[in-house]
T-cell receptor, first 111, second 115 residues
Framework: KQEVTQIPAALSVPEGENLVLNCSFT??????LQWFRQDPGKGLTSLLL?????REQTSGRLNASLDKSSGRSTLYIAASQPGDSATYLC??????????FGIGTKLQVIP | SQTIHQWPATLVQPVGSPLSLECTVE??????LYWYRQAAGRGLQLLFY??????ISSEVPQNLSASRPQDRQFILSSKKLLLSDSGFYLC??????????????FGSGTRLTVV
């Protein structure tokens, strides 16, 4: 059974700092990995999707990497802003129906 | 790109009352559709998924049921709500083509409080 862990559970940083969020998974036989952002009381917004054949994906100030062999993914946020404050979740897909979510990292960026 | 419409945004229902949450999808055809529940401080729990009209798979035995009467419509129901049904319910669509999975799109969620 796939298990997904996100560390840290919460993170508070000053504005402008670069930061890294971690996601680890136990079964390396994955299809893809997706990073989401969730604002309080809202749905999940997709940030980046990395297919199993890819090493990284970039979108603006966000960069996500994937190392299947070690069961790890990182989400790098450059020059953090208060608007980046949210909970970030990773989801690991083992197929069309087998998707496992982490509990998330709650990020607070302090002005 | 896909858009998922989910309503209502919030709902307060008494114990024992029925429930109907609706989700519709735009911008794609024949998607896989999912209902998730998110409890405070916990991860997303998959409740039901559907790969086509009338095809429903249940992941967790419970007080809820799901139906897919149309290709882009997914409904979550209950005949009698329990206090434990309270939570944040999310509808999701999985986009795929040619054997490749292009990731989930989520609706904005429904906050259900059973009182």
């Amino acid at each position: 059974k796939q298990e997904v862990t996100q560390i840290p559970a919460a993170l508070s940083v000053p504005e402008g700092e670069n930061l890294v969020l971690n996601c680890s998974f136990t079964d390396s036989a994955i299809y893809n990995l997706q990073w989401f952002r969730q604002d309080p009381g809202k749905g999940l917004t997709s940030l980046l999707l990395i297919q199993s054949s890819q090493r990284e994906q970039t979108s603006g100030r966000l960069n996500a990497s994937l190392d299947k062999s070690s069961g790890r993914s990182t989400l790098y946020i450059a020059a953090s802003q208060p608007g980046d404050s949210a909970t970030y979740l990773c989801a690991v897909s083992g197929g069309y129906q087998k998707v496992t979510f982490g509990i998330g990292t709650k990020l607070q960026v302090i002005p | 790109s896909q858009t998922i419409h989910q309503w209502p945004a919030t709902l307060v229902q008494p114990v024992g009352s029925p429930l109907s949450l609706e989700c519709t999808v735009e911008g794609t055809s024949n998607p896989n559709l999912y209902w998730y529940r998110q409890a405070a401080g916990r991860g997303l729990q998959l409740l039901f998924y559907s790969v086509g009209i009338g095809q429903i798979s249940s992941e967790v035995p419970q007080n809820l049921s799901a139906s897919r009467p149309q290709d882009r419509q997914f409904i979550l129901s209950s005949k009698k709500l329990l206090l434990s049904d309270s939570g944040f319910y999310l509808c999701a669509s999985l986009q795929f083509a040619g054997g490749s999975n292009y990731g989930y799109t989520f609706g904005s969620g429904t906050r259900l409080t059973v009182v």
